[in-house]
């Protein structure tokens, strides 16, 4: 098993500190220590030291999907019709430029990726599976999952 030279680095409280930015990554270094039981200065040093090692590589907004527009979710598996590292890279540099496309996961089993898809509506996806997805000569099979509820995400 091949272990990352900084997940060993990490110890109990670089998981904490983790933990709680991952909750909520706007709270302030105060707050943080507090939470953490570090103080300010000793929180403000371990958490510069995990965006230094690329523990932490940023920090987002997490955006309410229907009040930007978006009204429909799908997870879509994909599967090419050749399996080599050209088809594969056309197809995920497809995906790159489609805004539709929130996530695109290269997967092992019976297909080769994995695609978060959010539109506003169930047109603009069939106009996406039809002139994006479908357009891509790479493609072989497509099975769309619509999302129709998320009793747990905790994506950010």
């Known amino acids: 098993m091949i272990v990352s030279q900084y997940m060993s680095d990490l110890d109990d409280t670089d998981r904490r500190i983790l933990r709680h930015l991952q909750?909520?990554?706007?709270?302030?270094?105060?707050?943080?220590?507090?939470?953490?039981?570090?103080?300010?200065?000793?929180?403000?040093?371990?958490?510069?030291?995990?965006?230094?090692?690329?523990?932490?590589?940023?920090?987002?907004?997490?955006?309410?999907?229907?009040?930007?527009?978006?009204?429909?979710?799908?997870?879509?598996?994909?599967?090419?019709?050749?399996h080599t590292k050209e088809a594969q890279q056309a197809f995920e540099r497809a995906m790159l430029a489609a805004p539709q496309v929130r996530e695109c996961h290269n997967?092992?089993?019976?297909?080769?990726?994995?695609?978060?898809?959010?539109?506003?509506?169930?047109?603009?996806?069939?106009?996406?599976?039809?002139?994006?997805?479908?357009t891509q000569p790479q493609v072989n099979a497509i099975t769309t999952l619509v999302v129709m509820g998320s009793p747990k995400d905790e994506r950010a």
């Open 23 to 82: 909750a909520d990554g706007r709270q302030s270094n105060l707050s943080l220590a507090d939470r953490v039981g570090l103080s300010p200065s000793a929180c403000l040093r371990r958490v510069a030291s995990l965006e230094k090692r690329g523990v932490i590589s940023g920090y987002r907004a997490v955006v309410n999907p229907t009040k930007t527009g978006v009204g429909f979710t799908a997870y879509v598996t994909v599967g090419l019709n050749k």
């Open 107 to 134: 997967t092992t089993g019976a297909v080769e990726y994995l695609l978060r898809v959010e539109v506003a509506d169930l047109p603009s996806y069939k106009h996406f599976h039809n002139e994006v997805l479908g």
